[in-house]
């Protein structure tokens, strides 16, 4: 029996893409009226409640949904909006607050106290006549060719100087030096780092980066002491990586 196509149909707002989480079929999904809110027999099977069980909103607050399909809840009270549910503010609901922000914040504290135990003096250390043009490698051989006895001394404060301008750095030479350095290790056309598989700004270890650059090892090493030299001296570098 033919349906009448001028027969309503439910609004996109009473559209789902259902999409069975156990089916092979699982990428072709259909999509399903949920209007009538009846329990779908895969979602027991994954021990899924769809069931809006959280309450009434609380008085003086207005749910409205935006024309993009987003929640919107509006506070009359105190004349604010948010896109947070009030009704995850009580604790009967979403639970007591984790101690996460509070215990990070203590332990980056002493973690910043244990690096600056580690300094051995009030001395400089000196990264002069670096070349803009030639910031990786003017850098490396700086920094790459430390011996290891010399290394403790990147721990000292840093002085950087560009080649050809004048300037004290009071820190924001040194930041600058950061961020331009970052930009050159991490390029992903020197084939040392790659895009991760997940997305297309973290970076990961090439595996054939030793195929196309012989010194890759050596490059590695000063990548390294780069970052940790980032770390010890609190300075931003452009770049994430994968966990």
Known sequence: EEKDENQSKPSSSQLRRNISLVDGKQW??????ITNNKADPEDDKLGINFTNNIGNIPDGWEEKELEDGKILYIDHKNK????????????????????????????YEMFVRALKRLSTSDGLFDILDIRRGKVFV???KIIGNLDKHEVPHLRDKLWVEFAGEEGNDFGGLSREWFDILSKEMFNPYYSLLEYSALDNYTLQINPDSGYSNKNNALYFKFIGRIVGMAVFHQRLINGFFIR
């Open 28 to 33: 072709e999904g259909e999509t399903e009226d």
């Open 80 to 107: 604010t909006t948010t896109t947070e549910d009030p009704r995850f503010l009580d604790p009967k609901i979403a639970g007591q607050k984790t101690r996460f922000n509070k215990d990070y914040k203590y332990k």
């Open 138 to 140: 003017d850098s490396f």
